[in-house]
């Protein structure tokens, strides 16, 4: 695939985030905060969870 390697995963072997909450919140608020989000959050949720994946044919026409 254009010089590029085709073993191994296609995807990312692994995503961090940095996150820096500028609220009045404590500590201990902050973390239960990040935590419902990443409970919520779709694209955590589709990365982590075994989301089903369907492919669409279809064709070029000249």
Do not use: W
């Amino acid at each position: 695939m254009l010089g590029r390697a085709t073993k191994g995963r296609a995807g990312f072997i692994s995503i961090h985030t940095d996150v820096n909450i500028d609220a009045d919140l404590s500590h201990k608020e902050k973390e239960a905060f990040l935590q419902d989000i990443e409970k919520r959050c779709p694209i955590a949720d589709n990365m982590s969870g075994a989301t089903r994946l369907s492919e669409q044919s279809f064709s070029f026409c000249a």
